[in-house]
């Protein structure tokens, strides 16, 4: 299902790919399946709808801008409107500061607590928490036992019903602390009471950051609660939680657009070391189910520098082994080769199963190879026979057969340049891709 | 519950009567007397029929002939594109959202409506049907349980924080006030805390509990869970596991060693009525590798919507048992399809 999603969303974009004018009807197209992906992926539908009318107005109003065609322009776009939501200075300074942690039930406060702390504490700061949760039955075993792993000292009583009672006792008693994140119980906007504790427990700690912490899974629902959230005690961050998960975290942009805040932090695993800084380029990737947008044009500009690669040497069909080897080097400075793929426009190619791995590993064992050759085979392979190949392999440490594989597809690779001189200059990506899995 | 699909599905139903009222009036002037007092006035009542298959002699005969009019795609299409968006908006997800409208069109579009029969009538029953088709039936697990041999093992899969837990305490509780005796294994060995917090809920409601510690092998308290049932001549035995993403094939592994350890009668899933779109991927996915017989949503007093209970019956076909609906042990109600689609759709519009 969404892998069609980003395959229609793919094959619209590819749709603008060879124009020089902006078409109006492929611009609509693409923002439909634009607003699809979004909203799969959670995000608030009537958010959907005012990007949406954004990067209309700006697709095609705006002039294009002189070397990029259509699609870079759409594309830059929709990625600069995302990034807009995303990106609010959300900034984690390392300074004495009180963290208040607020969410739904179940959204993962307590472990998220945890993490921070860890943290923190791997930040050199003398970190400490207060467990404010004293409706959950087994809160504070949880919360103690995880601070209790890595050393962190953690306030509360399980038997005491008074939050607010306890955040005070624990403010006092965590005094010499630098860095204090209280946990509390969970809480959805409906429930008035636990909503003015929790803004009690705000004035109380007058905290310096009360951070939403939102399942990346939670649906619509997410704008209305943090919107409450808001209201109550003034947000200025969020969490996103379960991104090991398939959910997409749209939810979360629902909420960072709700309460003009960032993304702090995303939890994505089960252990207290899995809390990441927020990355919005493969968070957006994430949410339109596609390739990394920003990451590509930027990453291809700098990976593939005109002195990396004699494109024009190449070109007259003079392509060596050492072309090849920094062709590789190319990709690999580019990413795995799945994201890359997954960044260029083709469309729906249907590529078999396993393909990016093989070629992946093989790319590198390639590498190796080449490591073994002299200067004088790298220039001119074909002085490369039975014997230098024993030689080869001894030295990279594989067989004769995968270097006779290597040379294959150097030849290959030659062949597909040649065409690539000859025939319109039409890259026929398909076609290599082809071989490449034939080969596995 | 639910407040907010109702409200919509009903603003909805009223768009979706107007639009084919609207053409009906343009068309059959005498139709217009027919209207029942309380359906919505038409939007636009002077609408030009529309040239449309099958065309307007063919529509003039029938409306002529047999008193009947016809309903054609175009004065669904705004009314149905609404009714996505409503959707949406309730988090049913995106190709669940499509199947319902698609079944709600092929219902209307070129059907023969009586002069006479209610507009109203036509759209709430295509509605209805095409609901009640993706919540299915009910599960009734008192009668279960009294038709199975004892004990009935039940074990409860699901994510992480969607209230596994939560849910046993008060299905310990309910089935408890039924008049069955009751015991619940603390299988969630993984997270801190958990084994806490299940017996603390267990001592408040007074069902026994099997545990062992932090760390233990899930199927071996478990097994010792039914092995316990066995021998006290107990009813039912309620199994909790700890949360586990559908991406991590080790856990899924482990359940399914659960499973086969203690051997269960039914299988429990558990999500939140809260999740958006995953909430179809993981339930599908639970159910590919450890199955599902019944579904229990839970938070669903969070949520005005409720659109994940119609994603989740649709996408692996099984039946809603039971609603969280707060934090009290009675906040759980047996789950009836068609009481819940009466009231979103009831005729108190």
Known sequence: ?440 | MFGGLKEKLQAARNRLGSSIQGSAAAQAPPAAETKPGKAPQPAASQKTPSPAAPSFTDKVKILIVDRELVVSEKDLAEALSELEMTLLECDVALQVTDAIIASVRTTLIGKHRKIGSSIDDLVVGALKSALLEVLGTGFDLVQYIKTHPHPVKILFTGVNGTGKTTTIAKIGFFLKKQGFTVVIGAGDTYRAGAIEQIGVHAERIGIKIIQHQEGADPSAVLFDTVQYAVSHKIDVVLADTAGRFHTKSNLMNQLEKIKRVMKPDLVVYVDEAVAGNDAVVRAAEFERTVGADAVVLTKADMDSRGGAAISIAHTIGKPLMFLGTGQGYDDIIPFDPVQVVEELLGSDA
Not at chain 1, 130 to 149: E, M, N, V
Not at chain 1, 273 to 296: C, N, Q, T, V, Y
Not at chain 1, 367 to 387: F, V
Request: charged residues 30%; proline residues 2%; positive net charge.
């Open chain 1, 1 to 440: 299902m969404l892998d069609n999603l980003s395959t229609s969303l793919k094959d619209a974009l590819k749709k603008l790919a060879g124009k020089s004018v902006i078409d109006r009807a492929a611009v609509d197209e693409l923002i439909k399946d634009l607003q699809r992906a979004l909203i799969s992926s959670d995000v608030n539908v009537k958010l959907v709808m005012e990007l949406s009318k954004a990067i209309r107005t700006r697709s095609l109003d705006e002039q294009l801008p002189k070397g990029t065609n259509v699609r870079e322009h759409v594309l830059r776009i929709v990625y600069q409107e995302l990034v807009r939501l995303v990106w609010a200075s959300a900034d984690v300074k390392l300074e004495p500061q009180t963290i208040l942690m607020a969410g739904l039930q179940g959204s993962g406060k307590t472990t998220t607590t945890a993490k921070l702390a860890r943290y923190f504490q791997k930040k050199g700061m003398k970190t400490g928490v207060i467990c404010a949760d004293t409706f959950r039955p087994g809160a504070y075993d949880q919360i103690s036992t995880l601070c209790a792993k890595i050393n962190v000292p953690c306030f509360g009583n399980p038997q005491e019903k008074d939050a607010l009672k306890l955040t005070r006792e624990g403010l006092e008693a965590l005094k010499d602390r630098e860095l204090v994140i209280v946990d509390t119980q969970g809480r959805h906007a409906l429930e008035a009471d636990l909503i003015q504790e929790i803004i009690k427990i705000n004035t109380i700690t007058k905290a310096t950051h009360r951070w939403l912490v939102i399942d990346a899974a939670l649906g619509q629902q997410a704008s209305e609660q943090a919107r409450r959230f808001h209201e109550a005690i003034n947000i200025d961050g969020v969490i996103i939680t379960k991104m090991d998960g398939t959910a997409k975290g749209g939810g979360a942009l629902s909420a960072v657009a709700e309460t003009k805040s960032g993304i702090v932090f995303i939890g994505s695993g089960e252990t207290i070391e899995d809390l990441e800084r927020f990355d919005p380029d493969g968070f957006i990737s994430r949410l339109l189910g596609m390739g990394d947008l920003k990451a590509l044009m930027e990453r291809a500009e700098e990976a593939i520098k005109a002195d990396d690669v004699d494109v024009n040497a190449m070109m007259k069909g003079k392509f060596t082994l050492r072309d090849m080897y920094k062709q590789l080097e190319a990709l690999n400075k580019m990413g795995p080769l799945k994201q890359i793929m997954g960044m260029l426009p083709m469309g729906n190619m249907e590529l078999p199963e396993g393909v990016y791995d093989v070629t992946s590993t093989k790319m590198v064992r390639y590498r190796i190879i080449m490591d073994s050759m002299t200067a004088g085979e790298l220039d001119d392979p074909t002085l490369i026979n039975s014997s230098r190949m024993q030689r080869i392999a001894r030295g990279a440490g594989s067989t004769p057969d995968e270097v006779r594989e290597l040379i294959k597809y150097y030849k290959m690779m030659q062949r597909t340049l040649k065409g690539l001189r000859g025939g319109g200059g039409k890259f026929n990506m398909q076609r290599l891709m082809k071989r490449f899995s034939g080969m596995q």
